[in-house]
């Protein structure tokens, strides 16, 4: 049996979650690394996430 679908299919899938539902700008994942103290040990600790970024909320998360 043959594939279902195949490598192209699934990137020429359209995906309205790549856009903001606000602005109508395309939304991208950036990695947010935040620092802050550790109440037990006192020592620094970096905390990651990936955050969805378009034009509305840029400005919030970059400062």
Not at 4 to 30: L, P, Q, R, W
Request: aromatic fraction near 6%; include cysteine.
């Amino acid at each position: 049996m043959g594939k279902s679908k195949s490598f192209a299919d699934k990137m020429n899938k359209k995906d309205s979650s790549t856009h903001c539902s606000e602005c109508g700008e395309s939304i991208t994942a950036v990695k947010l690394i935040s620092s802050e103290r550790s109440k037990k040990i006192n020592a620094w600790r970096f905390n990651q996430r990936f955050v969805r970024v378009c034009k509305c909320n840029e400005n919030e998360i970059i400062s």
